[in-house]
């Protein structure tokens, strides 16, 4: 859900506001989806690398 929500463009703070919970669950949610997708130490944006990657699911 997170995951859309970013590659909408989303902000954390629309995104905590939309599904009513605190920005820094949101903060761990995308912290955990770069250190799953292996992009937590690399300088690329969890939206673009989402983008170009998962773009049709």
Do not use: P
Request: aromatic share 6%; no cysteine; net charge positive.
């Amino acid at each position: 859900m997170v995951d859309d929500l970013v590659r909408q463009g989303k902000t954390s703070k629309d995104i905590s506001e939309m599904l009513n919970i605190s920005l820094r669950t949101v903060e761990t949610y995308r912290n955990n989806l770069r250190k799953k997708l292996g992009i937590n130490k690399k300088k690329i944006s969890l939206r673009t690398y989402l983008m170009t990657n998962f773009a049709a699911m």
